[in-house]
């Protein structure tokens, strides 16, 4: 809604310039929304390309700052989804497009080559970083999972994404 007058009359206050890894404004909350790629893990919520173009577009009529916008690997829906990332609302905001994939050089490849021309793209590689899951998933060590990580953080930025949000599976247990 930034740049828009909001139905009780005020002026909702804008939205700061997006520097990806710089917070300009610290006081200014940003909405990330995960539904085109959560939303579909409940039994019998698959979506369409169209479909889950369409609720993005919404997101963005809505001003959320960042679209996790699926996991481009997983399936064409997922990776056409991405297109969204050059739409923008009427007062010429445009979301950060987000694409979650493994630490992988063929998961990054596909997630970048799926939100390479948005205006604002975001990759999100992440890893399983539990000890359960790095012996039983993985089975690799501590250090080693932490050198992949490394790689695969160095791998992204040499593709030419500047904006990497790392995630962790399973961290806490």
Known sequence: MAGKTSTNGTHPRSRPEYIPNH?????YVRILDTTLRDGEQS??????SDQKLGIARQLVKLGVDIIDAGFPSASQEDFNAQEVGNDCDADGYVPVIAALCRCNEKDITTAWEAVRYAKKPRLIPFIATSSI??????????E???QIAIDMVKFT???GCDD???GVEDAAR
């Open 43 to 48: 039994p019998g919520a698959a979506m369409t």
């Open 144 to 146: 080693e999972v932490l």
């Open 164 to 166: 990497i949000e790392f």
């Open 23 to 27: 917070i300009p404004d610290p006081s």
């Open 133 to 142: 899951h790095m012996e039983y998933k993985l089975n690799k060590t501590k």
């Open 157 to 159: 930025r040499s593709l």
